[in-house]
């Protein structure tokens, strides 16, 4: 029996081609050497190992549209504050995780205020309560903001004569001056990024368990979605099994694109829609004490951001842009036609990315899609916040977050992806998101956003691929492409749409060798 080939049978076979479901395929040296009836291959390779499904499925291994790996690890051993629904619970969290951790800062991680009791952030006097004199950082569910404690605005130095810096903004108390605790997009970024980091060995012990968890929804290729070069090198040290594509950040280290394993530049163009900081072109709906016409607000002008795109086209590299609001998503399409007719460089030819595009307009795709721009979707969105994005932004403009129906109808390819950290990197419940397209209350918002099963499974595989440059190695089941498979419980395009969710990962495969088992 040949250890280097291997026949799998016995289930429905999912190759994401428009082909007809074949009866077998055959592995032959970590690729996919032949498809077809049970029958042929089995002669063509009568010493193969032989895989029988038992009636699950085999289709391609799911493809990591943006996350970030790197901070999905760091977050594993912080104070979990998902399950948070009140300060109180906040604070008893915090001091049960540091009677285990007494030592230097108390991090925790994932609280989201739109669950909590007091519908409003924590302040640092509600930290102080806890852990008086500690220094106390708590990261929101969403990346882009947070609160500190006394200690920790002492520690680091912000004072009430800092000034909010470019692009965020530093939360006040009613005398307008003295911090509040509170730290917005770059202001949070700038106290998170100063944090004690932990020993090498630690960090890549951390990187092993969130690689497992990759791999345990089905993920063969994870993201690093903002690399610098700490970030890059301890990915390099790691010696991960799951593929990882880093996007060197284009602000600050630009010339680590240069590097292996960088697929491109990454900018953000503006913040979160349930943290109330993506740009809008119309004001929120929900507007809060003080405001009047407020509509979230830019990281960078007009200039900078062609600047940015200019680079990128000029050095045929790929760029992703975090766009959440209609105002960045518009910025990044002007911008982007502005630095292709200045540099004479074909746009499409570096599949640009938006990133999120929870707001981009219905009437924007289209020049999206001319670009050759590629939008992924936090589709997630629906379920996890989308009764807040009613809140936020009203009933009709949050019925068209994540519009992959429109995408779809246009005939524009789109992944999707979960940000991790910011949520689990679960594919299939992301695929039941967008399919289903129901919020937490049971709500169906944006009916006429859903798209089949297929094409959900379609925008993990084949058109994540196709976003990586990848589309000849990945994405589907054809000879000569790689042996990377996930074995499902049960048949996705068969299955009730609302248990999609529920249809469990029993195996993820790699160049024909198995990786993860459940």
């Known amino acids: 029996m040949s250890r280097s080939e291997a026949l799998f049978f016995g289930g429905s076979i999912l190759t994401m081609e428009d082909a007809p479901a074949p009866e077998a395929v055959l592995v032959r040296d ?102 008086p004199g500690v220094p106390v950082l708590i990261t929101h569910a969403s990346g882009h903001m947070g609160v500190a404690s006394t200690a920790a605005l002492e520690a680091m130095g912000i004072t009430a004569d800092t000034p909010d810096p470019e692009g965020g903004r530093i939360g006040r108390e009613a005398d307008g001056r003295t911090p509040n605790g509170y730290l917005e997009e770059t202001a949070f970024l700038r106290i998170r990024a100063a944090l004690p980091a932990p020993s090498r060995a630690d960090a890549c012990k951390a990187l092993a368990a969130a690689e497992q968890t990759y791999l345990s929804h089905g993920i063969v290729l994870a993201q690093e979605g903002l690399a610098d070069q700490g970030r890059y090198d301890l990915l390099a040290s790691a010696r991960l099994t799951v593929d990882t594509v880093g996007y060197a950040d284009l602000k600050h280290d630009p010339d680590l694109a240069e590097r292996p394993g960088i697929g491109g530049y990454k900018i953000f163009l503006d913040g979160s829609p349930q943290g109330r900081t993506a740009w809008m072109l119309e004001p929120y709906a929900r507007q809060e004490e003080g405001e009047t016409d407020y509509r979230g607000y830019p990281v960078y002008s007009d200039d900078e951001v062609t600047g940015f795109l200019r680079t990128a086209l000029k050095r045929r590299r790929q760029i992703l842009a975090h766009c959440n609001g209609d105002a960045a998503a518009e910025q990044y399409l002007r911008c982007m036609e502005r630095a292709a007719a200045e540099t004479g460089v074909e746009a499409a030819c570096i599949r640009s990315v938006m990133i999120h595009a929870q707001l981009v307009g219905r009437d924007q795709l289209p020049r999206l899609k001319a670009l ?138 790699k160049d024909g060798r198995t990786i993860w088992l459940c």
């Open 372 to 509: 050759g721009m590629i939008p992924s979707f936090f589709v997630a969105h629906v379920y996890h916040w989308g009764e807040v994005h009613v809140k936020n932004f009203g009933l009709e403009r949050a019925e068209h977050i994540s519009p992959a129906g429109t995408a779809c109808a246009l005939g524009i390819p789109f992944t999707f992806h979960q940000d991790s950290p910011v949520i689990q990197p679960n594919m299939m419940e992301t695929v039941w998101c967008a399919v289903n397209r129901r919020t937490k209350t049971g709500r169906l918002l944006g009916e006429e956003e859903r798209i089949s099963t297929l094409e959900a499974l379609k925008a993990v595989t084949v058109y994540a691929a196709y976003q990586y440059f990848e589309e000849d190695r990945k994405g589907s089941l054809a000879v000569g492409k790689a042996a990377d498979f996930v074995i499902l419980g049960q048949d996705p395009l068969t299955a009730d749409p609302m248990a999609l969710r529920d249809i469990p990962v029993l195996e993820t495969i």
């Open 30 to 131: 970590g690729k996919i050497a032949a498809a077809g009836p049970l029958a042929a291959l089995t002669a063509l390779a009568p010493g193969a190992r032989r895989r029988d499904l038992e009636g699950c499925c085999l289709m391609p291994a799911f493809l990591d549209a943006h996350s970030h790996i790197t901070a999905l690890a760091s977050t594993l051993g912080l104070c979990q504050l998902g399950a948070a629904g009140s300060f109180r619970e906040i604070r008893t969290a915090l001091q049960d995780y540091r009677a285990a951790h007494p030592q230097g800062w108390t991090v925790g991680f994932g609280y989201d205020h739109n669950v909590l009791d007091e519908r409003a952030h924590p302040t640092r006097q509600v930290l102080d309560e806890c852990m």
